[in-house]
């Protein structure tokens, strides 16, 4: 089992940058990929990115391309999610989620465990 814990977020002026992290307990976080997903006000949840096991291969979602960077450490079982440039549009609350395998994913059906969530909200 794996128990995720987010935090990082808050408010910023469009052009800022905020680093979310996610805390992980559980042994099988080492192994698992990793990924990060958004739900703005009115909206379904998307993928952000995701991260396989070794953090050698990640995924981004085309909206954030180029300005999200997604890590993880695995000495201190936690992945951050690096924003920049960020967006009016990037307004969402923020949850990292892992995936029991070793294949990165996007689909949100794909996630073992979720996190609460953190809020990022980002002014124009």
């Known amino acids: 089992q794996v128990q995720l814990v987010e935090s990082g977020g808050g408010m910023v002026q469009a052009g800022g940058s905020l680093r979310l992290s996610c805390a992980a307990s559980?042994?099988?976080?080492?192994?698992?990929?990793l990924g990060w997903f958004r739900q703005a006000p009115g909206k379904e949840r998307e993928f952000v990115a995701t991260i396989d096991w070794s953090g050698a291969s990640t995924y981004y979602a085309d909206s954030v391309k180029g300005r999200f960077t997604i890590s993880r450490d695995n000495t201190k079982s936690t992945v951050y999610l690096q924003t920049n440039s960020l967006k009016p549009e990037d307004t969402a609350v923020y949850y990292c989620?892992?995936?029991?395998?070793?294949?990165?994913?996007?689909?949100?059906?794909?996630?073992?465990?979720w996190g609460q969530g953190t809020r990022v909200t980002v002014s124009s």
């Open positions: 989620a892992a995936a029991l395998q070793r294949t990165l994913v996007s689909r949100a059906s794909s996630y073992d465990y």
């Open positions: 559980g042994r099988a976080f080492r192994t698992s990929v």
